[in-house]
Every structure is written in C-alpha cells, then in structure tokens.
C-alpha cells in the first residue's frame, strides 16, 4: 500500500496562487498513476488532475485547465498542484489520490484506490 498526505492548502485571495503537496510513503511512488480531486461543501468529490509516471501525460478538468499544474518529482515521492488565478469556486478539500500504474490512466474517483486525508483550499473574494 501507499500512504498519502497532502499539504499546502490555506486561504487565499482570489487571483491569488498555492501549490499543493502530496507526500507518499511505503512503496515505489512511480510505480502509481498520481493525481487530485477536490470536494466543495454539499457537493460530489470531483475530478482535478492527474499525471502519469514521469512527467506526462497529464490531463485537467476543463475548470481548471489553464491555470492548475500538475507535476510530480519520483525523487522525493511527491506530486504537486500548483494552482494560479484562484477563483471563489475554487474552495474545496483538495485530495491526491492514488492509482497503480498498470491499471492506466483514469479521471473517475472510484478507480483510485489510494487516497490521502485532505487539504482544505478557501478562496475569498
């Protein structure tokens, strides 16, 4: 298994900027699809970004696209989100979650089975 903790979040203006960190500890992190889902209150756990091995390929909710970065550094075991010209809609719990790499790609919730505690993300406006 692989244990996931996310840090980073806070609040910010908006148009303001956060990177978001995922720590994973206990097996071989590249051997995981990575990637970031978010919830906001009264709502359903949504699809954010995810990353591939290496550094591709990666693909973002049109919400975002544009303004969040995924990336990931397998040398420290971490996968980041960097998000710029943050919105109101943007508050939620930021989650990473986990996916093992031989299962491919995915953008639904239910095919990550790793997740970590969460991030919260307020946006003021």
Known sequence: QVQLVES???LVQAGGSLRLSCAASGRTFSNYIMAWFRQAPGKEREFVAVIGQNTSPTY????????????RDNAKNTVYLQMNSLAPEDTAVYYCAGRVLF???????????????GTQVTVSS
């Open 103 to 117: 299962l491919g790609l995915s953008t639904k919730k239910y095919d990550f089975g790793y997740w970590g505690q």
């Open 60 to 71: 973002y909710a049109d919400s975002v696209k544009g303004r969040f970065t995924i990336s």
């Open 8 to 10: 980073g979040g806070g």
